[in-house]
């Protein structure tokens, strides 16, 4: 059973705002971002996979006190269900369920590419992490986990190839190999 368009619209109502980080931008893109990729991977269609797409961003945020009561409360979901959304985004590190490895392949593809390598640029001064750090981790990040989809290694493998271009670029320049 999936989820009607009306209960769609009140978890997006509900579930937007917690997107929003403390400088007013929202991160509900990444969401939707995840779910295109994800719904590649997965020929489901079911409420658990949905509801896993729309809070995953969330991470444990269920699991604190008074939030599952507060969700239940505001969107009309059964406790059950949320319970079974928060353990499903506890095991997206080693998914267990056609569902959560459709998502965690998202997860991983989303942040394979470009843009992923520009985001973690963009956190790392604030982490205490130079460029170079950032390059050379991304140029050794080859890991294929035993759970990805067959399928959804090809985009992987594009995703990283396109980091690993921008990662040579910026080793060039840094080396000053790009002005010949």
């Known amino acids: 059973m999936t989820i009607d368009p009306a209960l769609r619209a009140r978890l997006e ?3 937007r705002p917690l997107y929003q980080d403390l400088d007013g931008v929202s991160r509900f893109d990444d969401v939707e971002r995840v ?16 509801l896993l797409l729309l809070f995953h961003g969330l991470g444990r945020w269920l699991e604190k006190v008074g939030n599952l009561s507060r969700a ?3 969107i009309g979901l ?20 056609d569902a959560e490895q459709a998502v965690a392949a998202a997860l991983l593809i989303d942040s394979a590419g470009v843009r992923g390598l520009a985001e973690r640029l ?12 950032v390059v050379r981790h991304a140029l050794a990040d080859a890991e294929e986990p035993a759970w990805l989809p067959a399928s959804a290694r090809p985009m992987l493998m594009k995703r ?16 000053l190999e790009d002005l010949g």
């Open 160 to 175: 990283r190839e396109s980091r690993r271009d921008v990662c040579r670029r910026i080793l060039d320049e840094m080396g």
């Open 35 to 50: 779910e295109a990729i994800a719904r590649r991977y997965y020929a489901g269609d079911d409420r658990a996979f949905e």
């Open 122 to 133: 963009a956190r790392s001064r604030r982490e205490g992490s130079s460029v170079l750090d």
């Open 13 to 15: 109502s509900f579930l």
């Open 72 to 74: 239940v409360l505001t």
């Open 78 to 97: 059964s406790e059950g269900e949320l319970r079974a959304t928060a353990a499903s985004i506890r095991r997206l590190d080693d998914p267990s369920t």
